[in-house]
T-cell receptor
């Protein structure tokens, strides 16, 4: 079974600064997908960024980028120019690449609570 | 983007009663939906995978007779908590898979807070 580990229960960053959230995972599969989801106080889960394991290029979405190290099974999230609205719980998640039904299910890490200080 | 709704957003019920939570994909069809449970300051725990027209697949340790899941159409899945007890109080979140090209993405509902008195 796959596992996802987020070793930082809490992180804080100054507004406009950069912060990196860590995530490692364990799997025996060669093809899979990785995600970062954000859960603000409203508790609505929001997809931040996704990475296909077969792609060597790191995914980027505006101020959010990842550092995907497949051999090390590491998938960190970098938030640049942090904004107050970035304050939330961030979850790293893993999904198998197989299609259909339960193959779509996500395995989540325990989350990192990010605080943004003005 | 794809939108998933849940109803109700919060519900309070008496111990022993049953509660139904609806999950709808508003602008796309979802052959697969998922139900999660989340305790305060914890991660999401997958309860079951719901496939349209077939029986749900429950995760280990989840009582299928207590948490009844029905996925009657491509846009609606329901979770019924039967004979609810205070320990069932939690935040329940659904998600639906939307396929775009060769990739699918899970979109989450806003969640339902259940309080059992």
């Amino acid at each position: 079974a796959q596992t996802v580990t987020q070793s930082q229960p809490e992180m804080s960053v100054q507004e406009a600064e950069t912060v990196t959230l860590s995530c490692t995972y364990d799997t025996s599969e060669s093809d899979y997908y990785l995600f970062w989801y954000k859960q603000p106080p409203s508790r609505q889960m929001i997809l931040v960024i996704r990475q296909e394991a077969y792609k060597q290029q790191n995914a980027t979405e505006n101020r959010f980028s990842v550092n995907f190290q497949k051999a090390a099974k590491s998938f960190s999230l970098k938030i640049s120019d942090s904004q107050l609205g970035d304050a939330a719980m961030y979850f790293c998640a893993y999904r198998s690449a197989g299609s259909g039904g339960s193959n779509y299910k996500l395995t989540f890490g325990k989350g990192t609570l990010l605080t943004v200080n003005p | 983007g794809a939108v998933v709704s849940q109803h109700p957003s919060w519900v309070i019920c008496k111990s022993g009663t049953s509660v139904k939570i609806e999950c709808r994909s508003l602008d796309f069809q979802a052959t697969t939906m998922f139900w999660y449970r989340q305790f305060p300051k914890q991660s999401l725990m997958l309860m079951a995978t719901s496939n349209e027209g077939s029986k749900a697949t429950y995760e280990q340790g989840v009582e299928k007779d207590k948490f009844l899941i029905n996925h009657a159409s491509l846009t609606l899945s329901t979770l019924t908590v039967t004979s609810a007890h205070p320990e069932d109080s939690s935040f329940y979140i659904c998600s639906a898979s939307a396929v775009s090209g060769v990739f699918d993405t899970q979109y989450f509902g806003p969640g339902t807070r259940l309080t059992v008195l």
